[in-house]
Nanobody
Framework: QVQLVESGGGLVQPGGSLRLSCAAS????????MRWYRQAPGKEREVVAI???????NYGDSVKGRFTISRDNAKNTVYLQMNSLKPEDTAVYYC???????????WGQGTQVTVSS
C-alpha cells in the first residue's frame, strides 16, 4: 500500500502563493498516476492537477495557468505550486495516488488552503 501525507497548506491573501507537498511512502514503485483534488465548502470534489509516471501533466480549467504540478522522484514527493490565488481556491486539497493494476487508490488526509483578505 501507499501512504500519502500532504503539507504546505495555510492562510494566504488573494494574489499570494503556496506550495503544497505530497510525500509518498510504502509501495511507491507501484504508483502510476498522482493527482491533486480539492473540495470547497458547498461544492463537489474536483480534480486540480494530474501527473503521470512519465511526467505528463494536465490541469483543471479553473487553475490552468496559475498552478503547476511537479515531482521529485528521489524524494517520492509531488508538489503543487499555486500562484495568483483567489478566494474561490479555498478548499481542502487532497493528494491521490493510483496504482498500476487493480488496487484501490490511496488518499492523503488533506490540507486546508484558505485564501482570504
Amino acid at each position: 500500500q501507499v501512504q500519502l501525507v500532504e503539507s504546505g497548506g495555510g492562510l494566504v491573501q488573494p494574489g499570494g502563493s503556496l506550495r503544497l507537498s505530497c510525500a509518498a511512502s510504502g509501495t511507491v514503485f507501484d504508483i502510476n498516476v498522482m493527482r491533486w483534488y480539492r473540495q470547497a465548502p458547498g461544492k463537489e470534489r474536483e480534480v486540480v492537477a494530474i501527473i503521470t509516471s512519465g511526467g505528463n501533466t494536465n490541469y483543471g480549467d479553473s487553475v490552468k495557468g496559475r498552478f503547476t504540478i511537479s515531482r521529485d522522484n528521489a524524494k517520492n514527493t509531488v508538489y503543487l505550486q499555486m500562484n495568483s490565488l483567489k478566494p474561490e481556491d479555498t478548499a481542502v486539497y487532497y493528494c491521490n495516488a493510483s496504482p498500476r493494476g487493480y488496487s484501490p487508490d490511496s488518499w492523503g488526509q488533506g490540507t486546508q488552503v484558505t485564501v482570504s483578505s
